[in-house]
């Protein structure tokens, strides 16, 4: 067996690591679930694209607005603690909508309102997790912690939107119930890890200085604010997935089952790059392979929205995931591995923005575009401008192009 191989599975030997992972594993598997039951309970509802761009807008303001809190309190807590309790709020909310939809619904403002703290208890989450990972393997194995870490990530992403689109057909309350019960066992898992901070944790003072250091410590670092903007700006206009229940109802004539099954393909896609990521890291050419990977996710999208066909609409969905793996993979390397400990917590609760960003505020801009223009034209304009986005950035973030390795030596 190679060296990277050996890395491979020696990372995921650590017991802490695993409980990191399916925990992760759990919670992506109840977020996708809940994802296909909101958007197609939504759609149900309203018909509406634009009422399916605003499940986006309310899962995304949480994030935004509380990320200078989110931050400080991942640097400034047991980000164990912070994760579990998190997870604890996504499970009282998923409940909510489980009584929701056994109560005869016929509004869609209740569930828009009920998202809102799905994305509040993400805003939480992430940062307190993505500070938490590298504390917890060494630096050398920290490449094939992420792509294992991903890989366990994307297979619920593959799993939970099928999951949900079958259990759809019992009702949306049951997907909410199982998606509710994965993130409560997400919760006891995290709060099992033993965490081991790189240095004894010190409450900063809460200061405009110490809440805005995250956003600072990125404008400094050109090839990680390359990094996330790129995968920001791509997704943002590039994403289609807030318009699946459309493209599955009235382009591809599929049901719930089926924009399941489209929902997962990003995933699939995702998978089986993080696996080969798992065994063979980027080792040289990062930033130029990250800004590929960003115009073949940009050219997927175009024909995914000229697809009327599900085979290919499905294999062009598998491609975006892939290489938007890729570009994760990058992005997600430089900002864990290159910030230092005591800021992760708040350069994570930024990436979180910006994450949000290019998927919820993504979704409210497809929302909005299809709305105006019909779905069809709105997800092939946004995979032309996404491959517009990777050219251009190849020329504003030089540093980021020519960003050979994927960690600095030492």
Not at 232 to 261: C, D, M, R
Request: hydrophobic fraction near 55%; charge should be positive; include cysteine.
């Amino acid at each position: 067996m190679s060296t990277l191989a050996t890395t491979g599975w020696a990372v995921f030997r650590n017991g802490d690591f695993r409980l990191f992972s399916f925990a992760r594993f759990l919670t992506g598997l109840a977020y996708q679930m809940q994802a296909v039951a909101i958007g197609w309970f939504v759609y149900d509802l309203t018909r509406s694209a634009l009422a399916l761009g605003l499940v986006g807008l309310a899962g995304f303001l949480p994030a935004m607005l509380a990320a200078p809190v989110t931050g400080h309190v991942a640097d400034s807590c047991d980000r164990r603690l912070v994760a579990t309790a998190s997870f604890g709020l996504q499970a009282a909310t998923s409940f909510g909508l489980l009584a929701y939809a056994l109560s005869g619904a016929q509004a869609a403002w209740p569930v828009y309102a009920l998202v809102v703290f799905v994305g509040l208890g993400r805003a939480f989450a992430n940062p307190a997790l993505q500070a938490l990972l590298p504390t917890i393997v060494p630096r050398e194995m920290f490449g094939s912690a992420i792509a294992w870490n991903s890989t366990l990530w994307q297979s619920s992403s593959v799993m939970g939107p099928a999951l949900g689109g079958l259990l759809y057909a019992a009702g949306p309350a049951v997907v909410f119930g199982g998606a509710g019960a994965s993130f409560a066992l997400a919760a006891l898992l995290v709060v099992a890890i033993r965490y081991r901070p790189a240095a004894a944790i010190e409450r900063p003072p809460v200061t405009w200085e110490t809440l805005s250091a995250g956003i600072a410590y990125i404008r400094a670092h050109p090839v990680v604010l390359g990094a996330i903007s790129l995968d920001l700006f791509a997704v943002l206009f590039g994403g289609a997935t807030a318009l699946l229940p459309i493209f599955a109802a009235e382009v591809l004539h599929v049901g719930p089952l089926g924009l399941g099954a489209l929902r997962s393909m990003p995933a699939a896609g995702a998978v089986t790059m993080a696996i080969w990521l798992a065994y063979r890291p980027l080792r040289r050419h990062a930033g130029v392979r990250m800004l590929r990977a960003v115009a073949v996710f940009g050219l997927a999208i175009i024909v995914f929205g000229l697809s009327s066909s599900l085979p290919l609409s499905m294999a062009c969905l598998f491609v975006t995931g892939a290489a938007d793996m890729v570009s994760v993979y990058v992005r997600q390397t430089f900002v864990q591995a290159e910030t230092p400990d005591a800021m992760r917590g708040r350069v994570a609760a930024v990436n979180t923005v910006f994450i949000g960003a290019s998927n919820e505020l993504g979704e409210f801009e497809s929302g909005l575009l299809a709305a105006a223009m019909g779905a069809v034209p709105a997800v092939v304009a946004g995979g032309v401008v996404t491959v517009l986005i990777a050219v251009l950035w190849a020329r504003l973030f030089p540093a980021l192009r020519e960003r050979d390795h994927l960690l600095k030596p030492g």
